[in-house]
């Protein structure tokens, strides 16, 4: 009995909690009543404001990662290696995306000041993700949400208030706008947020394995006082960061938490913006923390502003007439400083004296009406204010109110009404998607590795870190039997392909597609080119959170023959060496060790599967260089010299060997599983004393403002003579 009591109380409370956050209990959801919710008038001054600072980061953001400031090394060369999301929408090449570029930085100028608002978004929006479905490499959660953000947007009435639009065209002012206008965008912020826990919440983060020494860095000085480096690390970016991410936005909802969680909501993005090179992505969060605050704030914080504007003005004006004074004191005479002063005098009791207004009545006589006392500034800028409001909703009411008999009315109402509904039915299709992608893997294998969610609409923010070792690209000419090996940089704009079995195969056809192109050009010389029938294999080693550098896709085989469909694995993919858990606390202690010996030894772990061997080139500047066997059999070939013709050893556990700098070996696992071995060196490279010494500053702020600034101008400039550049040729062609 009593547990029933209690659940009906919690149930109790929490149908006052709803009615007072809804207007209705409960029991009486219908989708009317959600309807009328999500078009209860709110106050328009925050989505203003929200506008504003969007529009003006976007602005930054543009030449920067957008890559304005670089599209002829973008978008210039023919021969790039593009990764398009789909292969019928690709880029259109310079100069043409020089127009693409104008239209998105003018877009994102008339988003923030609210002009031509409904042409704008729109075009921002397309643009936008134009160049992010042409280019897969260049993807991160923070360029995904732009775009939402920018889409949200377009759709909204953002523009009704502080904006041009509304200053040229006063009948699109509004000082109210409905609440779904901030329950998509607020929504779309909890998402961001709630996700980013959720995704954490695994066992390679909880255990402190995913983001390794990054309490290094000086941002985590005040934790240092009273804790270590790894326990920084463990404690702080990751349980912290872990719990800060999946309830944040909950406590920026609620009046009685507000305040303290947007401090630390500040703090967080503020150091993410030193800790890593993700743009404008923290200003962005921070320009729209403001919207869990009350829709109003910005018109309650506007007249105290305009109040110390004013106050601040007096004073100046006051401190200027007494420097006046003072000098007319010292220039006139006696007789005139005495004029001055009874005038000085007279001005001032009529500045300060009180108003007195006479009054005759019906007997003639005077009556003397009460002054009242001079009103305080700030109130009356805040009435003031509330007063151009009202009245602006009067006059927007009068022009709006139809002029038709009640049968049109009627159906006007009945269309307003139906149009309602459907836009209900999109947030709640949009919340539904929203919610639904960062889970949406089971569907879209192909863009799956290692892990799921390596794209933007999963929010696996800093959940994985990725330590590419080597990269290896093969092709065979299968005619004439030759192999050459390609320089992965050679056509590409990152290393980001190598990691995504989905870019992979792109990257292998763009390949075969230039290197055709070389053999057209080159076709006097068959002995400089390869013939058609060519094979292309990669061998990429790589680490995930500090685990063995193994091999990600499998390099026999040939990926011009490879099959690979979104919706299916991806068949080259190979498996992570999830054997080698059990060798992460030796890893650590073994870390710890070698790094004991000197400041410059170091150690790297490597694992290999059955069957496959690794061909290896140490440099000469590393000096000292042992394998060491921790599991598993293989057969260690060192480069055949003089000293050693054809020889090879055989290598089991805790076996090691000494290897000479500067030459070729090859390690080849012929057990029956995975094998795990590491290098330990000393790099000399490292303990030559550096010539010149730099300083770096700790918040270089004036040198980020500059390069912005100067990429700004590039991207300008590059905009300008391309678009100059294209009319030229379009009159050449006429």
Not at 71 to 82: A, I, L, Q, Y
Request: aromatic letters at 16%; a neutral charge; proline letters at 4%.
């Amino acid at each position: 009995m009593q547990a029933k009591e209690k659940v009906s109380a919690l149930y109790q409370k929490l149908d006052d909690k709803f009615a007072q956050q809804f207007g209705f209990k409960i029991k009486d959801v219908t989708f009317n009543r959600i309807v009328e919710y999500m078009y209860a008038p709110k106050d328009s001054s925050s989505l203003a404001v929200t506008r504003i600072l969007f529009g003006l980061a976007m602005l930054f953001d543009i030449p920067d990662e957008r890559g304005g400031a670089s599209m002829v090394k973008r978008w210039g060369d023919p021969n790039t290696c593009h990764f398009p999301l789909l292969p019928f929408i690709t880029s259109v090449g310079m100069p043409y995306m020089a127009l693409i570029y104008a239209a998105l930085w003018i877009g994102a100028l008339c988003i923030m000041l609210g002009y031509r608002f409904r042409i704008a978004a729109p075009v921002f929006t397309a643009c936008y993700w134009y160049l992010f479905l042409i280019e897969k490499s260049f993807w991160n959660n923070h360029s995904y949400l732009f775009g939402l953000v920018a889409m949200l947007l377009s759709c909204t009435e953002a523009n009704c208030y502080w904006s041009l639009d509304a200053y040229l065209d006063p009948t699109t002012k509004k000082s109210t706008v409905p609440y779904w206008n901030y329950f998509i965008l607020k929504y779309q912020f909890f998402i961001l947020y709630f996700m980013a826990g959720m995704k954490k919440g695994t066992a390679e983060w909880l255990t402190g394995y995913s983001v390794q020494n990054l309490s290094e860095h000086w941002v985590f000085d005040p934790f240092k006082f009273f804790l270590t480096v790894p326990q920084t690390d463990y404690l702080v970016v990751h349980w912290f960061v872990f719990m800060f991410d999946l309830t944040v936005a909950i406590w920026m909802m609620y009046a009685s938490t507000r305040h303290v969680a947007m401090v630390f909501c500040a703090l967080f993005h503020l150091m993410n913006s030193r800790l890593f090179r993700i743009g404008m992505f923290p200003w962005v969060c921070l320009a729209t923390m403001p919207l869990f605050y009350p829709f109003d704030w910005p018109k309650k914080l506007a007249p105290y502003s305009k109040c110390l504007y004013r106050k601040a003005q007096q004073t100046v004006c006051s401190k200027i007439k007494q420097l006046r004074k003072e000098t007319i004191c010292d220039c006139l005479p006696k007789d005139s400083m005495d004029q001055f002063d009874s005038e000085e005098k007279n001005t001032e009791l009529k500045e300060h004296e009180e108003i007195v207004t006479n009054k005759t009545n019906r007997n003639g006589t005077d009556e003397i009406n009460k002054v009242e006392t001079k009103p305080d500034i700030c109130k009356e800028l805040a009435n003031i204010e509330e007063n151009s409001d009202k009245d602006q909703n009067k006059y927007v009411d009068k022009e709006e109110k139809p002029s038709n008999e009640v049968a049109t009315i009627g159906n006007d109402l009945h269309k307003d009404n139906k149009r309602r509904k459907t836009t209900v039915y999109f947030i709640m299709a949009y919340v539904f998607i929203q919610a639904f992608l960062p889970y949406s893997h089971f569907i879209t294998k192909g863009s799956n590795n290692w892990t799921n969610g390596l794209y933007g609409y999963s929010w696996d923010m800093m959940v994985h870190t990725w330590d590419v070792s080597t990269v290896i690209v093969k092709v065979v000419d299968n005619d004439s039997n030759e192999m050459m090996y390609i320089d992965p940089q050679m056509y590409t704009l990152n290393d980001r392909w190598s990691r995504h079995g989905d870019m992979v195969y792109q990257y292998a056809h763009c390949l075969k597609n230039n290197l055709e192109k070389v053999r057209e050009i080159n076709w006097r010389y068959p002995s400089k080119v390869l013939s058609r029938n060519i094979s292309i294999y990669v061998d990429i080693w790589c680490s995930m959170n500090g685990r063995f550098v193994q091999r990600m896709f499998d390099p026999k085989v040939d990926l011009l023959k490879a099959s690979w469909s979104p919706f299916c694995k991806v068949p080259y993919l190979m498996p992570l060496l999830d054997e080698a858990i059990h060798w992460r606390k030796d890893m650590d202690d073994i870390r710890s060790d070698v790094h004991s010996w000197s400041e410059y030894s170091d150690v790297v772990f490597f694992a290999d599967f059955p069957g496959y061997d690794q061909e290896k080139y140490i440099p000469e500047e590393l000096q000292n260089v042992t394998l060491t066997i921790l599991e598993g059999d293989v057969v260690f070939e060192p480069e055949v010299t003089q000293q050693r013709i054809g020889q090879s050893f055989k290598l089991t556990n805790g076996d090691r060997i000494q290897i000479i700098p500067g030459t070729f070996h090859k390690v080849i696992n012929i057990g029956k599983e995975p094998a795990f071995y590491m290098y330990t060196f000393f790099n000399h490279t490292q303990e030559e004393p550096n010539v010149l010494t730099t300083t770096n500053v700790k918040l270089p702020i004036f040198k980020e403002l500059y390069r912005r600034f100067f990429n700004m101008l590039i991207f300008a400039d590059l905009v300008i003579r391309n678009i100059f550049q294209l009319f030229k040729f379009s009159q050449c062609n006429s």
